[in-house]
């Protein structure tokens, strides 16, 4: 289901008659393409899901879920007490859909409260819906700080109301090791604390979860890097007590323990790629400590060979595994010509990178930190919205190459009372981007501030704590006001 | 049933015998009187609640329901997927209960990472436990912010985590009137915008939801001075279009409204009962208006007279609807002595006003700004733990006259997006203050500073955006590390 998710989208057809009402088009990303009329529908209590026409198999019960959690949602504001029967009754709708939807009619219907009935307002309505890009990615990170499987879902909810498709879970890292390796039990000695731990079957519970809303979880080990929380289970892991990371080169275990890993995550993780990081590796441990020293003059390499060998080694193992792989952008700024093939490069030191990497032939995600990095509150909402991760590239087969981008929510200063205002609504802003088409996307970010903040009050209003648009990133309403003007 | 809330509390019995460990009270609020063993029992998949014992007439299914609740509680942090089956098995609960309750034994059950099932440890359990004040109480302000129905829903489920039991509506006031007033149905008008409302049936299930859960809704309209937005639908409640606050004290049609507001009430807010504000109160439009001026001359009243004369006649209005009053200060500190004797003066500005309270025979609740208002984020959890309700007061008689305490979360700079972290882990301090006997209370809140952070851990785990101890008011975690360091 996974790989499918990337490729396509969603048809959502309504063909109804009522009573008359006229409203602007509300919905956030906005569709391919939209027309409606000027009917008002009221949605029936017995509101039902019909496929007639569907060739969608929807034999994990993903589309019913997702009718369900959409009526919920339609039905969540206000109660419904009014009486919806006779003429002009929304009794169902007919979906034809090729992924799990539950996100763009909930949007069309609102409460009246004049009538107490949820209405489908300007009905008729032909939504044709289909993403610009396959990847539009979320990064968390449990790393520096562990986020409770509940407040992981509910990551995963919001994300589907802006159609982000990829919870990039950077997991394990330098302060702390949560997860349950089964291969290599000891591993998460590294978590911060006996309950600070997510077992293999909390990784299922939410893999499960994301993948019956639309969501693909990409798994991350950040190596050699970002990976002496290892070490605290397994200290032959470090080149010395003393100098705890990059992993140790010179070490055949530490190649075992990542084979390991990659083993078991194969059997959790089912999405396409894994990622291996490969950012931000300082060797100075391999130098200074005499045995690993000895192994990489013994093998003809100096650090930036050892660096090289190590991400290409991990590259190999997670092959081996059936999986594509994903590498921070040092590994191609380093030795671009070198990575595997099935590479795709994750950009995030600055603008410019995936012009380069497609001409060079792999793919590319965009995650430029000046824009699109979360936990930097100075980004406003402004630029993750006029990111483009097509600037400068023309033609259509390297376009095709750049698969998508992703805004990064790393953890130092994000825990379960943060994360949620920190995420939203920014990340909202640049999922616009990265599914709707081009012409159709705001060149002045001004354009659609208002329909922005109408977005990030449905978000409030379905229990998402999306900050206000003005500010910084999640600043607090600067004065008393409406949510639609903050 | 809000009035045996008031009084009542719990008496919890665990008796079963199993397998080893020991571990210490980690409870909060910490119970009246608590005893334990060194067993450990793993909790049934088939778990059960018995009533053997129990006087509690649960007609209403609310002990089922927080039975419920609880079991879910328990079995949300991680995926139980080991085998509990055999000796040492905990296959339900017996409970003597008087009032819904389901914190307590949900914080003694912990998730087992070796045997992957919930277990209660140091079992056997003896818990008595009781309340030392009868109202503890939380405000939120849905004028300066609307807070969808979700949102407060979010926010009474957080308030049973640490036994609060009132949560103050405060409502309406200058900035909006959210709330639909079927007597007067052009009130609402005065709201931000068409979807920033609550409808009377929202209003009814948020009372009715907050029952369940043994939790008291006190509705406030905050008379006459916080009422500007009422005269968005009706001016004439203005002193004039350009004088817009008090209510204008000429016009009977103000008292009419006032009478349809609180005979509204009556019919929806069940708690024994209402608040009617009356602080803050700005009389300047009273006399530089002149039909006000004229009629507060013929009435031989000079503006002091008038603001008793309102708040007054307002608490008539509010008995005659079968309510007992709630004022701010200011009533007390102007003329004590002429209100109703079913008074409860609501303390706010500062420390030392219960014991005035008291001393006049009137009861009180406890509020100072300087401890217990969580829009100060300068106010450090520290002293919300250490704000004593009874200082200065030795009688017991004027001690019962001390009905309990509040929190105040006002809403200038908090809506949706921030309320969660704001109010918590604060107000959890506050709740011990209120819920425990004086002396199982720390004299140092250092002695606490640790259980009061794993408890913040477990409302995180909950999903509650509870902020971490260190530094201000919902701060952000400073640096990575554990949940419980922080």
Known sequence: MSAKNLRFGLFLGLFLICSVAV??????????SVSHGSKTLYVSREFGLYMEGSNYSDGLGILKGAFERMVDLVEASHVIDGNSSGSGVLSGVNVVVHSPEDSTFSQLCSFNFVTRVVELRSAPWTISDLPRFPYRGLLIDTSRHYLPVRIIKGVIDAMTFSKLNVLHWHIVDTQSFPIEIPSYPRLWNGAYSYS???????AVDIVQYAEKRGVNVLAEI??????????VGYPSLW??????????????????????????FSKVFKFKFVHLGGDEVDTSCWTITPHVKAWLN???????????YFVLRAQKIAIS?????????????????????????HNWLGGGVAQRVVAAGLRCIVSNQDKWYLDHLDAKWEGFYMNEPLTNISKPEQQKLVIGGEVCMWGEHIDASDIEQTIWPRAAAAAERLWSPLDKLASDPKQVTARLARFRCLLNQRGVAAAPLAGLGRAAPSEPGSCIKQ
Chains 1, 2 share one sequence.
């Not at 409203?23 to 391919?32: F, N, R, S, T």
């Not at 600070?196 to 909390?202: I, K, P, S, V």
């Not at 013994?298 to 090289?308: A, V």
């Open 23 to 32: 409203h602007g088009i509300d919905l956030w990303p906005m569709p391919k």
């Open 196 to 202: 600070e731990r997510y077992t293999m079957a909390d």
């Open 321 to 345: 595994h059936g999986y594509d792989v994903i590498n921070w952008e040092e590994t191609f700024n380093n030795f671009g010509n070198k990575l595997s093939p099935r590479t795709v490069v």
């Open 239 to 264: 080149p010395s007590a003393s100098c705890q990371e990059p992993l140790d080169i010179s070490n055949e275990f530490t190649f075992k323990v990542i084979d390991g890993i990659l083993s078991d």
């Open 298 to 308: 013994q093998h003809h390499m100096n650090e930036s060979d050892g660096y090289r």
């Open 222 to 231: 950040d190596v050699p890097g970002h990976a002496l929380s290892w070490g």
